[in-house]
């Protein structure tokens, strides 16, 4: 199946610095999303990317298919942002949106 | 709020037990789906039904069930519980978006602890 890793796997930020979140995929995908999941544990949706480039306030996300990978951007980090963040692709030969192979994460600590 | 109820939100229980974990999608999300997170395994897709039909399955043990009302609403059944199935039970729901998008939004979750 897919493999899906991300980097780093830890990153300690100071409150107003911007950060670069990769994920990298070993074949072609059709669905790929960014989560966060908070210190409480709860899981929030951020981008539906499977290709190109969106944008949502401070976060920005950009996916180059053709080179398997996708980056997550946060800008002018604030102590809001920590957490974990989670890039999921879902296997291209399926239609299916909502099985996602998960990646192991970045956890992300900003201080204040 | 991602708008997907999961009940209870912890659950504490001894090994060799049953135990039921409740789910209710998004108004008019007709799937459900159902995810582990461990420590050791991470986040990991265990059984998708649309519409009352089971639609996939992943690594989902036998001992493992689970099934979609009518009313859409899902409840996964956990037995002959071991202390590895200690982890946070997610359920999620997906509908395209009116932006086009087809994402996926998850339930709080449900800590479940096997003493």
Known sequence: ?112 | DSGVTQTPKHLITATGQRVTLRCSPRSGDLSVYWYQQSLDQGLQFLIQYYNGEERAKGNILERFSAQQFPDLHSELNLSSLELGDSALYFCASSARTGTGDEKLFFGSGTQLSVL
């Open chain 1, 1 to 112: 199946g897919i493999q899906v890793e991300q980097s780093p796997p830890d990153l300690i930020l100071q409150e107003g610095a911007n950060s670069t979140l990769r994920c990298n995929f070993s074949d072609s995908v059709n669905n790929l999303q960014w989560f966060h999941q908070n210190p409480w544990g709860q899981l929030i949706n951020l981008f539906y990317i499977p290709s190109g480039t969106k944008q949502n306030g401070r976060l920005s996300a950009t996916t180059v298919a053709t080179e398997r990978y996708s980056l997550l951007y946060i800008s002018s980090s604030q102590t809001t942002d920590s957490g974990v963040y989670f890039c999921a692709v879902g296997d291209h030969g399926s239609s299916n949106t909502g099985k996602l192979i998960f990646g192991q994460g970045t956890t992300l600590q900003v201080k204040p």
